[in-house]
């Protein structure tokens, strides 16, 4: 994997949220590399609240750790 994430530091919350996501999804593919298994695995979760759920709190602690790295936008 090339340096996709030189750094945490963001303009914006809302850049900071998409991070987040950006984080959890790379995640997701490093885990399952097989994009052809991510696809038959997708409409499994898709339709499971837990499922997203569980998505949701992983976005929420990777947010939780890029707003540190930026000292919460208050500077």
Request: a negative charge.
């Amino acid at each position: 994997m090339s340096n996709w994430l030189p750094t945490l530091i963001t303009a914006t919350p809302e850049e900071g949220y998409d991070l987040a996501v950006k984080l959890a999804r790379v995640a997701v593919k490093a885990t399952q590399p097989d994009a052809v298994v991510r696809e038959r695995l997708r409409p499994e979760y898709a339709e499971d609240a837990d499922s997203l759920i569980a998505v949701s709190q992983v976005v929420a602690t990777h947010f939780a750790t890029v707003s540190a790295a930026n000292n919460y936008w208050r500077d």
